[in-house]
């Protein structure tokens, strides 16, 4: 095997493992943007809810 064929097994070797850690990178960003919208769901719920107990609230002042 010649100097060049080394270097281009280096090279995808190199790759690969950039390839790997890319997926890796992009599994944990889909993981994180999932969390965040749930987040935001269970936010606007719990908003929803405490603006319906104002309004009993204020309601049942009347």
């Known amino acids: 095997m ?4 080394e270097l281009i097994i ?10 790997r850690k890319l997926e890796q990178l992009l599994d944990e ?10 987040r935001k769901t269970r ?3 719990v908003a929803k809810t405490s603006d ?3 309004q009993e609230d204020w309601l ?3």
Do not use: F, K, Y
């Not at 010649?2 to 064929?5: F, I």
């Not at 280096?10 to 390839?19: A, F, R």
């Open 52 to 54: 319906e107990h104002l």
């Open 29 to 38: 960003r889909t993981r994180l943007q999932e969390q965040l919208a749930a």
């Open 10 to 19: 280096e090279l995808q070797e190199c790759v690969d493992q950039l390839t």
């Open 43 to 45: 936010t606007v719920n």
């Open 60 to 62: 049942s002042g009347l």
């Open 2 to 5: 010649s100097g060049h064929d």
